[in-house]
């Protein structure tokens, strides 16, 4: 996970509410990356951030939402949620440049009730 | 677009016993390919790459991975596995320029029997 930290680790909410999770790289790595990973499958690609700016969206909804920080720390905001969102949200980090490959973070576990 | 497809959804094997987990994709451009292990409740850990240079890429905890170009495919190998293997495998793609996201496929469960 080359020290990625990601918070919470489990979170519960009801249908309707919102939500913020956050994701902390190691030093270096300026791309974030979320995904969205429902229980049995692969994760899903979410958005992509490089250097503050939006580099990639995913087939996701507006409810969903997301920024990088200059500390390239990243949140990602889910709004109105749904019971469909349930799922393990992952942030994964990278260099942002040719070869890149992503380290993940060990999740954050959502539960909407 | 690129796509992944990951054949077997679960892979029973006995331990010490050689396994091989099927990949194939899908890209209209260069891609790189990558295998992640996920271990349960955990995240995602790296198992192997390959982003260029020789198509039989070695990784961690003894697998290895072969890049076959006219195949698309991109299967997974371990010679003897062990009881600690166990867990899931995903198989993923990226493209080689713009947005470096990952496609992932469905995955694999590697059950190792003792």
């Known amino acids: 996970d080359a020290g990625v930290t990601q918070s919470p680790t489990h979170l519960i909410k009801t249908r309707g509410q919102q939500v913020t999770l956050r994701c902390s790289p190691i030093?270096?790595?300026?791309?974030v990356s979320w995904y969205q990973q429902v229980l049995g499958q692969g994760p899903q690609f979410i958005f992509q951030y490089y250097e503050k700016e939006e580099r990639g969206r995913g087939n996701f909804p507006d409810r969903f939402s997301a920024r990088q920080f200059p500390n390239y720390s990243s949140e990602l905001n889910v709004n109105a949620l749904l019971l469909g969102d349930s799922a393990l949200y992952l942030c994964a980090v990278g260099s942002g440049t040719t070869y890149e490959t992503q380290y993940f973070g060990p999740g954050t576990r959502l539960l909407v009730l | 677009a690129q796509s992944v497809t990951q054949l077997d959804s679960q892979v029973p094997v006995f331990e010490e016993a050689p396994v091989e987990l099927r990949c194939n994709y899908s890209s209209s451009v260069s891609v790189y390919l990558f295998w992640y292990v996920q271990y349960p409740n955990q995240g995602l850990q790296l198992l192997l790459k390959?982003?260029?240079?020789?198509?039989l890429v070695k990784g961690i905890n003894g697998f290895e991975a072969e890049f076959n170009k006219s195949q698309t495919s991109f299967h997974l190998r371990k010679p003897s596995v062990h009881i600690s293997d166990t867990a899931e495998y995903f198989c993923a793609v990226s493209s080689t320029s713009g947005t470096y996201k990952y496609i992932f496929g469905t995955g694999t469960r590697l059950k190792v029997l003792a």
């Open positions: 030093s270096g790595h300026k791309s």
């Open positions: 390959y982003l260029s240079g020789s198509t």
